[in-house]
């Protein structure tokens, strides 16, 4: 990790944790994680959870709030989703965008992250893009490639300054969700490529551009991979759930 870069510890619930068990769960989770400077802690509750999430951080204004998706469009006919305008208005700050479920799962393309991005950043909030390989991807050495085509792709309509202030997920998807986790070794060697593709687009500031780590992040591992040279953070699912494991990871 690179010192004047502040961790980041980001915690997607997926489609976990209805309004009542997030209240509860969140409220566990600040009484275990006192309030500290030296790191950043963003929660991504389902959108149906944020409220009950907000009511209870409004104090904590070291935890900030965020949804794990949004619609390409400002607004419109397009039952059941929610634009990145709503999310802003229900007190999010940052949009996951282009996670693997969305994108292996539900068909998102690099042309939807894309808009996505643009349309988070044009309601004044702050995009942090999903990366990563398959299994087979990276059996085949595609991985620089992949993540590369991803990563061009998602901030392809984004002004530099946007991309300057933006944050990145590197995901593999070989390890979410499944107790496989990339070593700090591999995680630092794909954020290197990341970083030097930001690097190449926004200069020598692609250096403030926080590199999370998601895939399998558990209390026993994320002390070394926050460790890792090139890793600024993680993005935990499973393994935040829980709010007292939450709040050791928080603390490693
Ligand atoms: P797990 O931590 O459950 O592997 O999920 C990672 C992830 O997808 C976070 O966005």
Same mark, same amino acid.
């Given at each position: 990790?690179?010192? @004047? ?45 944020? !409220?009950?999430?907000?009511? @209870? ?13 949004? @619609? ?11 634009? !990145? ?18 994108? @292996? ?30 299994? %087979? ?31 990145? !997920? ?18 630092? !060697? ?9 690097? %190449? ?40 759930? %829980? ?10």
């Amino acid at each position: 990790m690179a010192s @004047h870069r502040r961790p980041v510890l980001a915690a997607n619930w997926k489609m976990n944790h209805g309004p009542t068990e997030a209240a509860a769960v969140i409220e566990t989770f600040l009484q275990r994680h006192a309030a500290r400077d030296d790191r950043t802690v963003i929660m991504f509750p389902p959108a149906i959870s944020l !409220a009950a999430v907000r009511e @209870h951080t409004r104090e904590r204004t070291d935890v900030k709030l965020g949804v794990q998706n949004v @619609h390409t469009a400002e607004k419109g006919a397009f039952t059941g989703e929610i634009s !990145a305008g709503m999310a802003a208005d229900a007190g999010a700050s940052f949009v996951l965008v282009g996670h693997s479920e969305r994108r @292996h799962l539900f068909g998102e393309t690099d042309e939807q992250t894309a808009q996505k991005c643009a349309r988070v950043v044009a309601a004044g909030l702050t995009p942090v893009l999903c990366v990563g390989e398959l299994l %087979e991807q990276r059996e085949r050495g595609e991985t620089e490639t992949v993540v590369l085509t991803q990563l061009r792709a998602g901030v392809s309509q984004l002004a530099v300054g946007d991309v300057r202030t933006m944050l990145v !997920a590197y995901e593999p998807v070989w390890a979410i969700g499944t107790g496989r986790t990339a070593t700090p070794a591999d995680a630092t !060697a794909v954020h290197r490529v990341i970083r030097e593709a930001l690097r %190449e687009r926004v200069g020598a500031s692609a250096l403030d551009i926080p590199i999370l780590y998601g895939g399998s992040v558990n209390a026993s591992n994320a002390a070394a991979l926050l460790a890792a040279d090139q890793v600024d953070g993680l993005l935990v699912g499973g393994a935040s759930l %829980e709010p007292v494991g939450w709040a050791s990871i928080c603390g490693a």
